[in-house]
């Protein structure tokens, strides 16, 4: 055990991976030399050499593309982009390719990857550098998507997802990077991809979140036990997709109310599919409509306001009293 | 001197068996045996019958949209000819020649247009990926196998396959510019056939060659005719040569044409002129190899004869396999997304066609019928 923060954990994580298995390798835009902008990747070329972690020319296709040829021929690509900003510009290798090789090939050609990228809000980042759009992603079959939201998980989710038989997305909230530090086990938790946490039990509403937005969550849930005596429940999603339904049920089911907190745009978001199960199988026992506190459906503005679009413990706290009150 | 000149360069075309059977016999020493020519002009053939009767399949509604191969038979043969059988062949989807003599069974690839997945189930033992169906993304795939091929210090190459419309794709100029800067043994084998669908290659293209884009990335390059499989499996040896010892990738050329329509939904005498085409039948590849061959007491009417019997005969076979095997079952589809389905794509797969996803079939008529007589 020791403390450490995200960007830490993540290093951790990677250099047991390459240590363990020389399958995997790292490849990105400023990833050995440098260590990557935000330095996850710091010390993995003096220790693994040049034949395992690249600095690729600049192209985000191009570094997706030829990772999934790499993972077709049996090696473990861990991709870095740079900001998940960039993403857009390896969309089609990522759809097209990345996430239906396997299913193409009828389990000839398993694309075994992972591609890690910052995303989210809230660093005073410029332009194209703050956007949450893991919407995307979680709606294109054959992917994962993990969003760890602390040091701890960090480390061990990305320890599965490298170790995950098919390509997983994996979204790092460039907010809680440096934000706190947590004591860190010296071997990976077992925690499955596509298993939530229940990081609080409670009685009276379920909150669930994941990624950079456990942080208000949790500061609304201190709030709200502590100046409004509510009770609440907290599930922290882990994992986009597979998505784990039956924790999300088992837990509405018991409450009987539900806030979704997510930074990325509303509609068609993570939370609306979140409704959507709620609705499939935990309808009767409902006793308020669920609702929202996410990013409006705009562009992510510059950072002068951003405070104003990233949703914040007070809005959540005005939900859940929303919520509560609601007969 | 302000002004001075940083390069000065040439483009090599190589052609070797050319459309009037002149034959250099320097450039063709030792490329292609008699008795090989011989079997790749038979198995020319063949993929050339195939191709009418998939064109058959297609207007006859036994199959879905088909792309012919017909006139570019040489380029992706002589590829395969020279390359190792453990060498990654990367395709699109107009190298039924090169893929066949590699061992792909016909019937693949009839099945894929016949819009069955198992068309994409290659067989483990043959170093080859399905065919790409958007333009361009496999050449970045050649890359990686071939990137991942030098990580684990094999001597096995990649060799891609893409149109002339392909080199204006932005993947295109990735992955060669990956290939040259980290030296990654590829071979990048433009099949320039004239058309992309119905734009001419001068719009894709304002320069000279395609073959010069390889050029700009620093690697080696070279124009030859597509037509000759001799000239083919030349520059494609060199070019494997230089791989396969230097991890040096080099870009290639082969200029060829589409005698048949982009595919079985497409007219292209609404875009090109007829004259072209016959211009461009003279070039046929089968032809040149025939007389080649018949120059030389190689092959002979009666020959010909027996081969075309073969050919119907094999072609027929396949197209039976195809259209023989049993249909999939409905939860086929799901089988292969994931290693292991989650939960909510398990559910999914095991209620396939029932109208309310989630609920088992076998319960289904009777908490339909309950269900509408207590709405009622």
């Not at chain 1, 990345?98 to 050609?109: E, T, V």
């Not at chain 1, 075994?112 to 990228?117: D, G, I, Q, Y």
């Not at chain 1, 997802?161 to 990976?188: G, H, L, Q, T």
């Not at chain 2, 590829?186 to 320069?207: D, Y």
């Amino acid at each position: 055990m020791a403390q450490m923060n995200m960007v830490r954990a993540l290093n951790k994580a990677l250099d047991e991976t390459m240590a363990a298995d020389e399958r995997v390798c790292v490849i990105g835009e400023d990833v050995g030399v440098d260590g990557g902008v935000f330095r996850v990747t710091k010390g993995l070329l003096d220790t693994y050499g040049e034949n395992r972690v690249f600095d690729t020319p600049l192209a985000e296709c191009g570094i997706v593309g030829t990772a999934v040829g790499m993972a077709i021929y049996g090696l473990r690509p861990v991709v870095e982009i740079q900001f998940s900003g960039f993403m857009m510009q390896a969309f089609d290798q990522i759809e097209q390719n990345m996430a239906r090789f396997r299913r193409r090939s009828r389990g000839r050609f398993p694309v075994s990857m992972v591609l890690r990228t910052p995303y989210g809000g809230g660093i005073r980042a410029v332009e194209h550098h703050s956007e949450s759009r893991e919407a995307y992603w979680a709606h294109t079959p054959g992917l994962k998507v993990v969003i760890p939201s602390g040091p701890r998980n960090a480390y061990s989710l990305l320890h599965a997802s490298i170790n995950d038989p098919d390509p997983v997305i994996f979204y790092e909230p460039k907010a809680v990077y440096r934000a706190f530090r947590e004591e860190v086990p010296d071997v990976p938790d077992p925690i499955e991809i596509g298993t939530a946490q229940v990081v609080r039990e409670g009685a009276d509403i379920t909150l669930v979140a994941y990624g950079a937005m456990m942080r208000p969550t949790l500061e609304a849930v201190e709030d709200l036990t502590e100046m409004h005596g509510v009770d609440p429940e907290v599930i922290d999603l882990l994992s986009i997709s597979p998505m784990d339904t039956d924790t999300l049920v088992t837990s509405v089911s018991k409450t009987g109310r539900c806030v979704i907190v997510h930074e990325g745009p509303r509609t068609c978001g993570i939370a609306a599919e979140i409704i959507a199960r709620l609705n499939e199988n935990a309808f009767e026992h409902l006793l308020a409509p669920i609702k929202r506190v996410t990013g409006y459906d705009i562009h992510f503005p510059f950072f002068q306001v951003e405070k104003h679009f990233l949703p914040d413990a007070d809005i959540i706290v005005d939900a859940v009293k929303e919520t509560l009150a609601y007969e | 001197m302000p002004v001075r000149t940083v390069l000065n360069t040439t483009i090599e075309h190589v052609s070797i068996l050319d459309e009037d059977g002149n034959f250099d016999a320097d450039l063709g020493r030792d490329l292609i045996p008699d008795d090989d020519a011989v079997r790749l002009y038979e198995h020319m053939s063949i993929c050339r019958h195939f191709d009418e009767i998939a064109f058959k399949l297609q207007r006859s509604g036994r199959m879905g949209t088909y792309p012919e191969n017909r006139g570019q038979e040489a380029a992706s043969l002589g590829a395969a000819y020279v390359l190792r059988p453990d060498d990654w062949l990367v395709p699109c989807y107009r190298e039924n020649t090169g893929l066949f003599w590699r061992g792909l069974p016909m019937e693949m690839i009839l099945l894929h247009w016949m819009g069955d997945e198992r068309g994409n189930q290659i067989a483990a033992d043959l170093a080859m990926t399905p065919q790409a169906i958007p333009i361009g993304t496999q050449l970045l795939h050649a890359v990686g196998l071939a990137w991942a091929s030098k990580y684990r210090g094999e001597d096995r190459i990649s060799c891609t396959f893409f149109g002339d419309g392909a080199t204006s794709e932005g993947d295109c100029h990735e992955a060669l510019n990956f290939a040259a800067n980290l030296n990654i043994p590829v071979v990048f084998l433009c099949q320039n056939n004239g058309w992309a669908i119905s734009v001419p290659t001068k719009i894709q293209c304002s320069a000279p060659t395609l073959a010069q884009r390889g050029m700009a990335y620093g690697m080696p390059c070279v124009q030859c005719d597509g037509n000759d499989i001799f000239a083919v499996a030349k520059v494609v040896r060199d070019a494997a040569e230089l791989a396969r010892t230097e991890h040096r990738p080099t870009f290639i050329e082969a200029v060829t044409y589409r005698l048949g329509d982009h595919t079985t939904a497409d007219d292209a005498r609404r875009y090109r002129d007829q004259a072209e085409v016959d211009a461009w039948k003279k070039r046929d590849p089968l032809l040149r190899l025939r007389n080649y061959l018949s120059e030389r007491t190689l092959w002979d009417d009666d020959r010909e004869k027996a081969l075309a019997a073969r050919a119907k005969k094999e072609v027929a076979a396949a197209a039976r396999r195809a259209e023989e095997i049993a249909d999939p079952a409905r939860t086929d589809m799901f089988d292969f997304l994931y290693a292991t389905l989650s939960p909510d794509i398990e559910a999914q797969r095991s209620t396939a066609r029932t109208s309310s996803l989630g609920v088992d079939p076998t319960q289904l008529d009777d908490a339909r019928s309950s269900g509408i007589e207590e709405a009622v």
